[in-house]
């Protein structure tokens, strides 16, 4: 019989060309599984495992690496093991790491618009400013401003609205703050500084020390649940609230533009959706530790609530409204972020008022 009819011969050829056919489908498959796999750094402005956004970095990391199933994996760097507290955004920028954590107040001095995706004295609250960042322009603009460093920013995490501070004197007017040397950052540090005041920016793991040294006056840092790790209510009596200076509390995942670029599509969905999940997740935290932070420091040490005077409310409003006019001048851009966050705070004031007004009624039953 010709070798052309044989059937078993035939059948042999026909399960070659299948198994080729199948080796070559599955080569991807095994080639996708034996990938190494993306490895970043993630570098924070804070302590690691401090109470907010030290907690708020660590579960975002968590929550990548569970999400990418080995295809991504993030390492955390806690402030000062690869660089400095306030050398986040420069580390991201440069490629120095792929990511980092930290709070867009702290590049101020660089970028004057940067304050507005973290506080703005007398501004946005937590839900409102999120309401701008998701729905309301906010977003957009915000990564314009960072594009021009090569960083895409997302919104990740919040304290809640903030508290005055420890101070170790009382403020009963304007002029008492002459002359104060105060722990703060932001637009909050400007318009201590219009008052008089010489703001003084320190790392989070050194304000104890510096208040109880006496190096610096007072310091203003986030909410009573950071200010009570912190241990801060040991060493002033008198803690200050509300923090006109900082109505809210956002951090911020930075990742460096090419290196999110360099994902494939779905990991980048996971870095999108892991800093989404825990802005959610550490608003209600921080609800909760903050009540139950302030009642521990009211029963642990001789610390008195107190609210700052009119006078020096008004004083600070009138300081911070030439500030943010400063800053909506300095250039195009800066202009359209505040006159879409102003826009925004008009829009909502009314029913926020109102909302609050509501919560302070339901809390007498």
Avoid at 25 to 41: F, G, H, S, V
Avoid at 123 to 142: D, F, K, R
Avoid at 326 to 335: C, P, R, V
Wanted: contains cysteine; charged residues 20%.
């Amino acid at each position: 019989m010709p070798h052309g009819d044989d059937p078993t011969r035939r059948a042999a050829l026909a399960s070659g060309v299948l198994g080729l056919a199948g080796g070559a489908l599955a080569a991807p498959r095994i080639a996708r599984a034996q990938a190494a796999p993306i490895r970043w750094r993630l570098v924070t402005s804070w302590p690691r495992g401090q109470a907010g956004p030290g907690v708020t970095a660590q579960r975002i990391v968590d929550r990548i690496n569970a999400m990418a199933g080995g295809r991504l994996v993030v390492t955390l760097f806690a402030a000062g093991e690869i660089v400095p507290a306030f050398s986040v955004l420069d580390a991201v920028s440069n490629g120095t790491v792929e990511a980092g954590h930290s709070a867009a107040l702290y590049w101020q001095g660089r970028i004057p618009a940067a304050a507005f995706f973290t506080t703005v004295p007398f501004g946005l609250g937590p839900i409102e400013h999120q309401a701008w960042l998701s729905l309301g322009g906010g977003q957009a603009l915000w990564d314009a401003l960072y594009g021009e460093w090569g960083v895409k920013p997302f919104l990740a995490g919040n304290t809640g609205p903030c508290m005055g501070g420890f101070f170790r004197s009382p403020v009963e007017t304007p002029s008492d703050i002459a002359g104060l040397r105060i722990r703060v950052a932001g637009l909050g540090a400007s318009v201590y500084a219009r008052l008089g005041a010489t703001p003084v920016t320190i790392p989070a793991g050194d304000t104890y020390t510096a208040l109880e040294r006496g190096t610096v006056d007072a310091v203003e840092f986030l909410a009573p649940a950071t200010d009570h790790e912190l241990g801060l209510h040991q060493v002033a009596p008198l803690y200050y609230a509300p923090g006109f200076n900082k109505p809210n509390g956002a951090s911020e995942l930075l990742v460096n533009a090419d290196a999110l670029a360099a994902l494939p599509e779905d990991l980048r969905a996971i870095v999108a959706e892991a800093a989404e999940a825990e802005h959610a997740l550490a608003l209600a935290d921080a609800h909760r530790r903050n009540a139950t932070a302030l009642r521990a420091m009211l029963s642990e040490a001789d610390v008195q609530l107190v609210g700052f005077p009119e006078e020096v409310v008004v004083a600070a409003e009138e300081a911070a409204r030439a500030e943010i006019d400063a800053i909506a001048a300095s250039s195009d851009l800066a202009g359209r972020i505040v006159a879409s966050y102003r826009a925004a705070r008009e829009e909502m004031a009314p029913w926020s008022r109102l909302e609050a007004d509501m919560a302070r009624s339901l809390a007498r039953v």
